[in-house]
């Protein structure tokens, strides 16, 4: 059958137009005439359409989500592993004195992974949506990943919350569209880890956060800025695929006593006795100057200094 | 509870109108109480039930505010005491005009068209004060306070009910007492009940709780209560935590160090999370925003590693001024140190070596 035959048919299903069927193509001008009118229609309703949408764009983000795998994304970090990071002097201080076995505290048992980290792990994504009953607009959408809490992110115009109001894992966002790219403001974050190696943000963190979705790819711009321990914005990124089959399983969590150790300790490595952080230099045969060379380890500049 | 429940939210449509009405800058900020003086403004944040934190110049501000009258935790400064009192004000007439009227069966009680037009009852007194600390930062507004309010009948005012309307009473462990009146502080602004045990009970309900005041040994300063709102599970830590410096340890007036972390130690023991390390148990620092136990955890490990840091500095044979060249803080400067102001970092430093020297 003609290509145009089976558009036809298509079209004939919508009762839109028709395209000129190939057969009956009509040699008097009448007809040719009566055609270009029928596509030249046809371009006026394909360029109309944008013009209905709504002024202010709404791309639906919600679905089942699943985190593409890329060279960046490295899951378990050594310690000591700093790179990509414009981490100060304080932050490296505070991450060479991190202790893995700080986890096993009871306050910390279970601590989900914050905003400013989960995007990046090996967790699935889940995003809903709110839609206002009236005026069917978007009014939130809630990010959830597996070991992870709701983030929601408001799109009605709420203020952020007072300066004295409490922090939480997910942090208070808002968002406001850029054509098509949903733009998130989260502040109100918990202290975290930027990187799962004590790699730590403090809780006066902000972060600009980019969705941007094309057909099924979801790609999600991060941008962290920490006055306490970041000399400039750490940019980074994720992409995720679209999985219909996806379910987020529950995570449960009991706080059990993990290691028998006195009341009151807290793990953690004094100044100076930390030998992970030259192990890693070494495995991967960088100087150690280059591991705590901080914003510069971001650039291509740094190669200079492997040689 | 539903009661609760729709007073509650009376109260933040209340207080965010207050909000809409005021300056960008104010609105950016969250709920505003303005006051006389624009200079100063407190703000009301509802936690859960009839407790609410108070945060303005000074230290925070733990109220109850029911039924039963007010219990406020800490007094702020006694420059702000005017408009601390008529921010109290102003929330209990916030409450009563938003408060739901219980419905009556006509043919069980009597009409309910005297109370629909009927103003709200004259608003209850403040009946308890809990000073945390002798702080004037904590205690500064007690005098004020405690003069605009009336004690419930008992105690220091059994036998003589006239006493009753001679303010409001002030709890506190006797060593706030002790200290301030060798300070010589007002006598109207003495706590007028005192404990000097782990820990003191109101005799009976308040606003709907049981409500729990427990010394915490030589931590910020040898007088240290912890109040603790049992039904609404929110804990006033006083200067035992604060989220905008290193705890204050006043050695000099009995604080050290351990007892600080024992304190943050105890009030983990005594939070539960709501759900993944956080909510539940709200936790309001003697300055700083409003936190959780997770918050404390963090501020628990910080102290802590800081303390064995300087520890293992003296084991070394390290003299104070060593281990401040050799800043064993530096990793938490940035978010919590000073170099100007009341407490600085080699203050800090300085007060933990103290410590430690001591316990030795």
Redesign the interface.
């Known amino acids: 059958m003609p290509e145009l035959d089976v558009l036809n048919q298509k079209f004939r299903n919508f009762g839109i137009l028709e395209f000129p069927i190939q057969s009956e193509i009509a040699n008097s001008k009448v007809s040719e005439f009566l055609n270009r009118v029928k596509l030249i229609v046809f371009f006026l309703f394909i360029l109309i359409i944008p013009a209905v949408v709504p002024a202010f764009a709404q791309i639906d983000f919600s679905g089942e989500w699943t985190p593409n795998g890329n060279e960046d994304s490295i899951g378990n970090p050594y310690v000591g592993d700093w790179l990509g990071i414009p981490m100060?002097?304080?932050?490296r201080?505070?991450a060479e004195?991190w202790a893995a076995s700080?986890q096993t505290?009871p306050?910390?048992q279970?601590?989900?992974h914050g905003f400013a980290y989960i995007y990046r792990g090996p967790s699935q994504l889940r995003i809903s949506k709110e839609v206002d009953p009236v005026t069917r607009q978007i009014t939130a959408f809630h990010a959830e990943w597996l070991r992870s809490?709701d983030v929601p992110i408001y799109l009605d115009g709420r203020?952020?919350?007072?300066?004295?109001?409490?922090?939480?894992?997910g942090g208070f966002n808002t968002a406001e569209w850029v054509g098509d790219t949903l733009k998130i403001r989260t502040t109100h974050l918990?202290?975290e880890y930027l990187r799962r190696n004590g790699v730590q943000h403090?809780?006066?963190i902000e972060i600009t956060t980019y969705w941007i979705r094309r057909g099924n790819i979801l790609t999600w711009l991060n941008i962290v800025y920490d006055?306490?321990?970041l000399t400039e914005p750490l940019v980074r990124s994720q992409e995720y695929r679209l999985n219909l089959n996806q379910q987020i399983p529950p995570y449960p969590?009991d706080v059990v006593e993990e290691v028998d150790r006195p009341?009151?300790?807290?793990p953690?490595q004094?100044?100076g006795t930390n030998t992970f952080v030259k192990e890693f230099a070494d495995k991967i045969h960088v100087p150690e100057a280059v591991i705590r060379a901080g914003a510069e380890t971001m650039y291509p500049e740094i190669r200079k200094k492997l040689k | 509870m539903t009661k609760r429940l729709k007073r509650c939210w009376a109260v933040r449509a209340a207080l965010l109108l207050s909000l809409v009405s005021g300056p960008a800058g104010a609105?950016?900020?969250?709920?505003q109480v303005q006051q006389n003086a624009p200079s100063v403004q407190f703000?009301i944040?509802p936690i859960r039930n009839n407790v609410y934190?108070l945060?303005g110049d000074g230290g925070n501000i733990a109220l109850s505010v029911g039924p039963d009258g007010v219990l406020m935790v800490d007094t702020g400064t006694l420059a702000n005491s005017e408009r601390l009192l008529a921010a109290i004000q102003q929330l209990q007439r916030q409450l009563a005009t938003n408060g739901l009227q219980a419905w009556n069966f006509a043919a069980e009680t009597r009409s309910n068209l005297s109370r629909m037009i009927s103003p709200p009852a004259p608003s209850k007194p403040i009946r308890y004060i809990i000073n945390t600390s002798l702080d004037p930062d904590h205690s500064g507004g007690n005098e004020k306070l405690s003069q605009a309010g009336a004690t419930i009948t008992g105690g220091n005012v059994a036998g003589n009910i006239a006493d009753a309307a001679q303010g409001a009473s002030i709890i506190a462990h006797e060593n706030v007492l002790l200290r301030m009146t060798t300070a010589q502080a007002p006598f109207r602004s003495l706590p007028t009940d005192t404990y000097h045990m782990e820990s003191m009970k109101l005799s009976h309900f308040f606003n709907g709780e049981g409500i729990l005041i427990l010394h915490q040994p030589s931590a910020h300063t040898d007088g240290d209560s912890l109040v603790f709102f049992r039904g609404s599970d929110v804990i006033a830590a006083g200067d035992i935590f604060r989220?905008d410096s290193y705890p204050v340890i006043d050695v000099e007036r009995g604080g050290n160090m351990q007892g600080v972390?024992?304190g943050l130690?105890r009030i983990?023991d005594l939070s539960i999370?709501e759900?993944?390390?956080?909510?539940g148990t709200?936790v309001i620092p003697g300055h700083?925003?409003?936190?959780?136990?997770?918050?404390v955890?963090?501020y628990?490990?910080m102290v802590?590693?800081i303390r064995?840091?300087i520890q293992?500095m003296i084991k070394k044979g390290m003299t104070l001024q060593q281990i401040k060249a050799?800043r064993?803080t530096?990793?938490?400067?940035?978010?919590y140190g000073k170099t100007t102001g009341p407490w600085t970092t080699d203050m800090f430093v300085e007060a933990v070596y103290q410590s430690l020297i001591q316990k030795k």
Not at chain 2, 288 to 295: V, Y
């Open positions: 100060n002097e304080a932050s201080a505070r004195a700080v505290l306050e910390w279970c601590r989900p809490v203020p952020h919350p007072s300066e004295n109001a409490p922090h939480t894992w918990k202290e403090s809780d006066l006055p306490v321990y969590c009341k009151g300790v807290v953690h004094l100044p | 609105q950016q900020r969250g709920q703000e944040l934190m945060a989220t972390i024992d130690n983990l999370a759900f993944r390390t956080e909510g709200m700083g925003r409003l936190c959780d136990s997770a918050d955890a963090y628990r490990d802590t590693i064995d840091r293992d050799a064993p530096k990793d938490y400067d940035p978010r």
